[in-house]
């Protein structure tokens, strides 16, 4: 399969006076041409900074890109203009936000909102772009599209305003669409439906997918292809059935374990301890909530093993780990 983004060793660092926070650490992993990549992983791993990262939109005043590549179809955006980005972003590479009121401008209309965006990468004209802005709307299916074009965002409900902002980031067919916990903020039923949108959308449009979430029950659902995070880290990059079937990472069996199953009374199983934040252990930095961590994964930082052709950072899969202390 062809590969249409390639992010290569990323770092972004955020800074304050209590010191370098290390969001992003030294993250690769390529998405493939009409592939869905999921990204997964609690809280803070890093999720939302990788994506924002490829975009160059994270927080300038308190963050730097420090290293690394994203290279879109060979060009890397991290050397490109502000004028090239621009045209990137919304026009090559669209972003649903986790909330939509954060991308969405309250003193304007949806309609404008989404002609605007046409205007600017499509260079036609604002008759046009209405009409293709209707367009768009009814395929997300927002009923009654003429009328609502003309309400301001908070006229709106939760899932509405999502099938909104699916409708903006892919009213300039993308290649990539980048989906931040799309679904979070909305109930289930509603969830089940904006998933099932993305995924028409996706098959129409022959986009590549970004689906990040810290829920495996979307990764399940959507994903060929998952990244597990930790810490600013990757743990775990395998295709999504080798995954569910035989996690390789200890966070990643931990994370599975604590997934709510269907249709059952299970409690849900928290992963004892937590992310470290700021201070990062020595070693692995999963080894104080590891099952299986020795003495190497307190003193040194796990090596990446391929095992049969999916990547672990664990020192589990390092041929010494038998012979290693306990
Ligand atoms: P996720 O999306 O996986 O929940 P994020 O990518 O938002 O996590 O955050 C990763 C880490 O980056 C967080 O743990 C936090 O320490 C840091 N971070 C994110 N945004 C900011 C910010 N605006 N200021 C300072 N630190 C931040
Ligand atoms: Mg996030």
């Known amino acids: 399969m062809e590969v249409i983004l390639e992010v290569k060793n990323l770092k972004t660092y955020f800074y304050s006076s209590a010191g370098i926070g290390k969001a992003v650490d030294d993250v690769s992993f390529n998405i493939k041409k ?64 986790q909330e939509p009121m954060t991308s969405l401008n309250p003193v304007y209309t949806v309609g404008s ?61 993308p290649e990539i669409l980048i989906c931040d916990e799309p679904t979070t903020a909305l109930d289930v039923t509603i969830q ?28 399940a659902e959507m994903a060929d292809e998952v990244i597990v995070m930790y810490a600013g880290k990757v743990a775990e990059q395998s295709l ?10 200890p966070y990643t069996e931990a994370l599975l374990r604590s997934m709510p199953k269907l249709h059952s009374n299970e409690k849900l199983k928290a992963i004892r301890g937590m992310m470290p934040q700021g201070e990062m252990p020595e070693g692995c930095l999963f080894n104080p909530r590891c099952n299986y961590a020795k003495d190497i994964c307190r003193r040194e930082k796990p090596v990446t093993c391929d095992v049969a052709g999916r990547i672990v950072a664990c020192w589990k899969y390092h041929k010494n780990w038998e012979a290693s202390l306990e």
Do not use: W, Y
Request: net charge neutral; hydrophobic share 45%; aromatic share 4%.
């Open 34 to 97: 009409g592939q869905v990549l999921g990204i997964v992983g609690e809280s803070g791993s890093g999720k939302s900074v990788t994506s924002l990262s490829i975009l160059r939109l994270t927080p300038k005043d308190v963050s730097k890109i420090e290293g690394g590549q994203v290279l879109f179809k060979g060009e890397d955006l991290l050397k490109a203009s502000e004028t090239r980005m621009r045209a990137i972003r919304g026009g090559d590479i669209g972003m649903i936000f």
């Open 113 to 173: 909102q989404i002609t605007e965006a046409l205007m600017l990468h499509k260079g036609i004209t604002a008759f046009e772009a209405r009409e293709r802005a209707i367009d768009m709307m009814n395929l997300v299916k927002i009923p009654d599209a003429e009328r609502r074009l003309d309400e301001f965002p908070h006229q709106l409900s939760g899932g509405m305003r999502q099938r909104v902002m699916i409708a903006m980031a892919l009213c300039c067919e």
């Open 240 to 249: 999504v059935d080798d995954l569910f079937q035989n996690p390789l990472h």
């Open 192 to 219: 089940a439906q904006i998933l099932e949108l993305i995924k028409e959308m996706m098959v129409k449009f022959n986009s590549s997918v970004v689906m990040i979430t810290h829920n495996m029950g979307v990764i």
